[in-house]
């Protein structure tokens, strides 16, 4: 059975940083990616990494500030995230999916979720 299991969210000022961790037990997956969604908003694609070249994808809000990685022995992957903004705030997901095709941004083609984890930046 799969379970992702997220950690790392919390409450952080304006310009600061967290670090996200998804841990993946059950199997390996093609694909792991990050998405948001914030109250009242739709959920959003933030960043995703490719296990068979470790190719790596960006929203353009986040591109620079955020960098997604993963750790092939642990099964997980991580979200660094600095240069925090207030309006990153929002409950983050991990998902994960068995296909090496389709597109890693769209979250219909992920096959499993994480429970999320809130990150709030206080301006």
């Known amino acids: 059975q799969v379970q992702l299991v997220e950690s790392g969210g919390g409450l952080v000022q304006a310009g600061g940083s967290l670090r996200l961790s998804c841990a993946a037990s059950g199997r390996t997956f093609s694909s792991y990616g990050w998405f948001r969604q914030a109250p009242g908003k739709e959920r959003e694609f933030v960043a995703a990494i490719r296990r068979i070249d470790d190719n790596t994808y960006y929203a353009d809000s986040v591109k620079g500030r955020f960098t997604i990685s993963r750790d092939n022995a642990k099964n997980t992957v991580y979200l660094q995230m600095n240069s925090l903004k207030p309006e990153d705030t929002a409950v983050y997901y991990c998902?994960?999916?068995?296909?090496?095709?389709?597109?890693?941004?769209?979250?219909?083609?992920?096959?499993?979720w994480g429970q999320g984890t809130q990150v709030t930046v206080s301006s």
């Open positions: 998902a994960v999916k068995y296909v090496p095709f389709g597109s890693v941004f769209a979250a219909t083609t992920y096959d499993y």
